[in-house]
């Protein structure tokens, strides 16, 4: 897995989750909050049921008690259910409905002891109509009331009702009266759209949903005996539902877009940490023994700074290492090449010793031939002395060279100018102070040499510039040489960049390929760095960078 979608997964955790735990908490939170507060409201919305009803039962048995008073003290109530007085039959007949209206009820009706309804105020065809069963089970009732089914001439009603008895001379009555419960009591408890109060019916299902609800029972008289019924006070959670998908939404909405804002932030931190990265693997990745002149500068202060300042300290060591062993191969070459002097010198003098040891024994045989016998020896002693001058000045170049004396790559440079200075379009100077640099003579002419004919041969048409300039930099501790070699050329294509100072590599048709590499080489011995600016068109910058020699003490 790359380093961009490891950062990349971090943020999204790091981000999403912390998130996903916030909308999770603020949705449980604010969901059980308000369930809470509908579980309140429908506690207290029971509550005022309970207490209706209660109001109710106590009403409806406070209207009857005066009805049974006045019935007792009717003497045209009498006459007509008790004596049969049929000139009190209307009478009768219209009992009940008066009574009703005076009391505030929705339905009373006056029954016989046998169950025989004799006055009906809700419905007057109900008269001679028996049913001897509602009364009894009226009075059995929990609280003395149950809800009865009354009919009406165009329809019929639920009534919350209860039952009162009197004795009207020597008969028993019984009164069963009532209020509409629909309409009076149920439509009064309701407290607007959210909060319903319904009634359940044996037989009916109850609303479905996962509203918050309560239910109350209460008895109900049929056809099939007394059953109980249940008022289910329900409040609407549609607001709850909406709430919690309102939050899902905008945890969602904050979700994507904290993860949107993750991968950008991660794609530019990525970016600005792996971009560094990848042009320092690039310039590692071009570091080996022949090629230890690679820059790792930098003046980034974060961890990217650091590590180029840490990797350019270690190509400089490793430097100085394949200085120091080029160092002790070379003296191991010199101990070698001494042995091979040493033998080749005594080769050299073994026949001026054979001549002088010949030319003594003249002289003591025959002192008068030591002329003659010089002269026919004396090629002999002259050809090894030449022999042996060559292998000493040999000797003495292979010294130097292992000293490297203290040289002005200022008269170098302007040597070599000054020597290649003939086209007559080419414009080739020379600029800069002079600079020292503890270096062989020659190895630095060969190294400006090779740079400027590379310079001179990009410049196709001989009519361009090439600038060879030198400046110090750095300061006395730090201090270097630098040596710049500037055209006006067709440049050097990118990817062709990092192969010229490979052996062998050339771009021209008669060329070796060993120039650049013989630079690098001869740059790298002497402890310094060689780098390339081009661009294909306008040209290229060769800049050799090398030690500068202490400063000349003089005695």
């Known amino acids: ?36 507060q509908f579980e309140r409201r429908v506690e207290a919305l029971t509550g005022v049921v309970e207490r209706d009803l209660a109001a109710e039962r106590d009403a409806i048995h406070a209207a009857l008690a005066p009805i049974a008073d006045r019935m007792t003290d009717d003497t045209r109530f009498r006459r007509a259910a008790v004596d049969g ?52 089970l009226l009075s059995r009732a929990p609280g003395g009331v149950a809800l009865v089914r009354a009919r009406t001439p165009e329809t019929s009603f639920l009534a919350l009702a209860g039952a009162d008895s009197v004795m009207v001379g020597r008969k028993h009555f019984w009164l069963v009266g009532g209020i509409e419960a629909e309409s009076r009591l149920l439509g009064r408890l309701s407290r607007g759209e959210d909060m319903r109060v319904t ?66 932030l991660a794609g530019i931190i990525a970016a600005r940490m792996g971009q560094p990265i990848v042009e320092l693997a690039r310039r590692a990745e071009s570091v080996d023994l022949d090629r230890l002149d690679a820059d790792f500068a930098s003046e980034r202060r974060d961890e990217v700074g650091v590590l180029q300042r840490s990797l350019g300290a270690m190509v400089s060591r490793l430097r100085e290492s394949a200085s120091a062993l080029r160092d002790a191969e070379r003296r191991a070459t010199l101990g070698e090449i001494a042995r091979q002097v040493n033998h080749d010198i005594k080769n050299g003098l073994t026949p001026i010793r054979n001549v002088f040891r010949h030319l003594d024994e003249q002289a003591t045989v025959e002192p008068t031939s030591l002329p003659r016998v010089y002269g026919e020896r004396r090629e002999t002693i002259d050809a090894s002395i030449a022999y042996l001058e060559t292998l000493a000045s040999n000797y003495a170049k292979l010294a130097r060279r292992g000293g490297k004396p203290r040289t002005n790559l200022g008269d ?83 990817e062709l960049q990092e192969k010229i100072f490979g052996d062998f590599y050339t771009t021209k048709p008669d060329g070796t390929g060993l120039g650049l590499s013989i630079v690098r080489r001869m740059v790298m011995d002497l402890d310094g760095t060689i780098a390339l600016d081009s661009e294909p068109g306008k040209g290229s910058r060769f800049v050799v960078e090398l030690p500068a020699a202490a400063p000349e003490v003089k005695e």
């Open 412 to 494: 170098v440079v302007r040597g070599v100018v000054s020597s290649r200075s003939g086209a007559p379009a080419l414009k080739l100077r020379a600029e800069g102070p002079d600079v020292f640099v503890n270096a062989d003579p020659v190895a630095l002419r060969r190294i400006v040499e090779n740079l400027v004919s590379n310079a001179i041969d990009s410049i196709h048409n001989g009519d361009g510039q090439v600038t060879v300039s030198t400046a110090a930099v750095g300061d006395v501790r730090t201090g270097r040489v630098r040596l710049a070699v500037t055209d006006t050329g067709s440049g050097i294509a990118p």
């Open 199 to 264: 009634l359940v019916l044996p037989g009916d299902s109850a609303a479905a949903g996962d509203a918050v609800a309560r239910t109350l029972t209460v008895p109900v008289i049929g056809e099939a005996g007394m059953q109980m019924a249940s008022i289910r006070v329900a409040h609407d959670v549609s607001e709850l539902h909406a709430l919690r998908a309102s939050i899902d939404r905008w945890i969602l909405i904050a979700v994507l877009l904290t993860g949107v804002a993750a991968v950008l």
């Open 85 to 136: 007085a049929t000139d009190e039959r209307r009478y009768l007949l219209d009992y009940a409905g008066v009574a009703m209206r005076l009391a505030g009820l929705s339905m009373l009706q006056i029954q016989d002891a046998d169950g025989r309804v004799i006055s009906s105020g809700h419905f007057r065809n109900d008269y001679d109509r028996v049913d001897a069963q509602l009364p009894v």
């Open 1 to 36: 897995m790359s380093f961009r979608a490891r950062l990349t997964l971090g943020f999204l955790a790091v981000a999403i989750v912390p998130m996903l735990v916030l909308g999770a908490f603020v949705r449980r939170e604010m969901t059980g909050r308000l369930s809470a």
